[in-house]
């Protein structure tokens, strides 16, 4: 069993930065795919970011690409979300996700993620 707790959420001005971070309990994390996924009002949970069980291998979404970072520290049960020239689109709630099988490659939907964070509000104005 993983629980998750995501934070670092609010609110921020077009261009700024927040970084997201999520506190993972249970001691096999270090061998769990996590993702960041975000839902705007109205529209459907999209992928975000992903990072592979060791870390080598990253994935993120053509509209985040360049401007955010996903990492992880296993040894402080940690991912992080770095998000830099934030847009007002980028306003959403942000869920942290863990996926339990062993993945070279983290997958990049929802539903390939068993355990959910309660989520982050993320708002930017322009």
């Known amino acids: 069993q993983v629980q998750l707790v995501e934070s670092g959420g609010g609110l921020v001005q077009a261009g700024g930065s927040l970084r997201l971070s999520c506190a993972a309990s249970g001691r096999t994390f270090r061998n769990y795919a996590m993702g960041w996924f975000r839902q705007a009002p109205g529209k459907e949970r999209e992928f975000v970011a992903a990072i592979n069980w060791i870390g080598g291998i990253t994935y993120y979404a053509d509209s985040v690409k360049g401007r955010f970072t996903i990492s992880r520290d296993s040894a402080k049960n940690t991912v992080l979300l770095q998000m830099n020239s934030l847009k007002p689109e980028d306003t959403a709630v942000y869920y942290c996700?863990?996926?339990?099988?062993?993945?070279?490659?983290?997958?990049?939907?929802?539903?390939?993620?068993?355990?959910w964070g309660q989520g982050t509000q993320v708002t930017v104005s322009s």
């Open positions: 996700a863990a996926d339990p099988r062993v993945r070279v490659v983290p997958a990049r939907v929802p539903h390939e993620y068993e355990y």
